[in-house]
C-alpha cells in the first residue's frame, strides 16, 4: 500500500515536474524575453517566444518522453537494463536511413517526409538483422541481443563516415550537424505529427502493461500464465522502432535518454510497467528539456547540441551500470 501510494505521488510530481518545464524552458534563453510582451503578442520577444523557443520545447518534450518510453520497453523486452535504441542497434539503424535520405535529396513521397520515411525503414531494417542474429530455434539469448544491436551500431556508424566522406561540402555539413543530436526549431506541424505518433504507440503499449511485467519476468514464466510471448515481443520491437525512427529523424541521434530515466525510477519504485511506463514518458519529457535549455544557455550565444549533454550525463552513468549489474531490479 506504501508503495502503491509512493508510486501514486511519484507520478504526480513527475506530471507537474514536466508541467513546470513546459512552462519555464521557452522563457530561458540568451536573449531575455517579457513574458508580459509575449502574452500581448508584441514583437520581437512574441515571434522569440512563439516561433524559436516554444516549438522547440515541445519537441524537446514529446521526444525525450518517447525516447525514455522506447527504453523501458526494450529492457522488458530482452531483461536487461542496458538496453535501449542505441544499444540494439535501433538508432543506428534509424540515423543511417535518415543520412541517406540527406546525402541524396530524397524528400519523400505522399506528403510525408523523406527523413522520416527512411529513417523509420532503417530503424526497422536494423531491428529484423539484430531479432534474426539473436534468434536461434525459436528462442532468443538476451546477451546475443545486445552483442548483435552493437555491431550493427558500428556496422551503420561505419556506412555513415563513408556517406559522410563522399557527399558534397553542404550535405557533409548538414549530416554531420544532425548526427549531433538536437532539438532545434520546427514547425507545429513537426511536432503535431510526431506527438500523434507517440500517443498511438503509448496507448498500445499502456494497454499491455500487464503483459510486459509477466514478460519482463521471464518468457516461460508469461507463457505459463497464457501470454502469447511472440506476439508480444514483436508488437513490443515494432512499437519501440516506430517510436526510435520517428524521434531520429527529427532531432538525429540523442543517446542514452532511454537508459538514464528508466532505470533511475527502476531503482526507486520497482518495475511495474503500469507506473513505470507513464513515469518514464513524463520524467524523460523533463530530462530532455532541461538538457536542451542547458545546451542554448551554458556557451550562449553558442550553442552546444543536447546530443552532446545527454553524453556527458549518460556516459558515466552507463560505465556504472556495466559495474553493477543488479539483476534484483527485475524481481
Known amino acids: 500500500m506504501r508503495l502503491l501510494e509512493s508510486r501514486r505521488a511519484a507520478l504526480g510530481a513527475a506530471a507537474i515536474l514536466a508541467a513546470v518545464v513546459a512552462v519555464a ?19 520581437p520577444d512574441a515571434e522569440i517566444f512563439y516561433y524559436a523557443r516554444l516549438p522547440r ?42 543520412v541517406l535520405a540527406i546525402s541524396f535529396g530524397w524528400h519523400g513521397a505522399a506528403g510525408v517526409s523523406g527523413v522520416w520515411l527512411a529513417a523509420s525503414a532503417g530503424a526497422a531494417a536494423a531491428l529484423l538483422l539484430v531479432l534474426a542474429i539473436a534468434t536461434q530455434g525459436g528462442r532468443m539469448s538476451s546477451f546475443t541481443l545486445l552483442l548483435a544491436g552493437i555491431t550493427i551500431n558500428s556496422i ?37 505529427w510526431l506527438t500523434l505518433v507517440v500517443a498511438v504507440v503509448l496507448v498500445v503499449i499502456m494497454r499491455r502493461a500487464r503483459d510486459w511485467n509477466l514478460l519482463a519476468v521471464g518468457e516461460e514464466w508469461a507463457a505459463a500464465r497464457g501470454l502469447a510471448v511472440q506476439r508480444l515481443m514483436i508488437t513490443g520491437f515494432i512499437a519501440g522502432s516506430l517510436l526510435t525512427g520517428a524521434v531520429t529523424a527529427i532531432t538525429g541521434p540523442i543517446g542514452f535518454v532511454g537508459l538514464i530515466v528508466p532505470h533511475a525510477l527502476r531503482i526507486r519504485w520497482g518495475a511495474d510497467h503500469r507506473f513505470l511506463i507513464p513515469a518514464a514518458f513524463l520524467a524523460g519529457a523533463s530530462f530532455l528539456a532541461v538538457c536542451d535549455s542547458v545546451a542554448r544557455t551554458v556557451m550562449a550565444p553558442a550553442e552546444i547540441p543536447v546530443g552532446v549533454i545527454t553524453a556527458m550525463l549518460g556516459g558515466p552513468f552507463f560505465i556504472a551500470l556495466l559495474r553493477s549489474r543488479r539483476r534484483s531490479l527485475w524481481l
Open 57 to 98: 520545447v515541445l519537441l524537446a518534450l514529446v521526444a525525450g518522453g518517447a525516447l525514455s518510453v522506447t527504453g523501458v520497453l526494450f529492457q522488458a523486452l530482452v531483461r536487461d537494463a542496458l538496453a535501449d535504441p542505441y544499444v540494439l542497434g535501433v538508432a543506428g539503424g534509424a540515423s543511417l536511413g535518415a
Open 25 to 43: 524552458a521557452p522563457l530561458i534563453g540568451p536573449a531575455a524575453i517579457d513574458f508580459g510582451k509575449v502574452w500581448a503578442g508584441l514583437s
Open 156 to 192: 551503420c556508424a561505419a556506412a555513415i563516415l563513408f556517406l559522410h566522406n563522399i557527399v558534397e561540402f553542404s550535405q557533409s555539413f548538414v549530416v554531420l550537424r544532425w548526427l549531433m543530436g538536437g532539438t532545434q526549431p520546427v514547425e507545429y506541424s513537426t511536432v503535431g
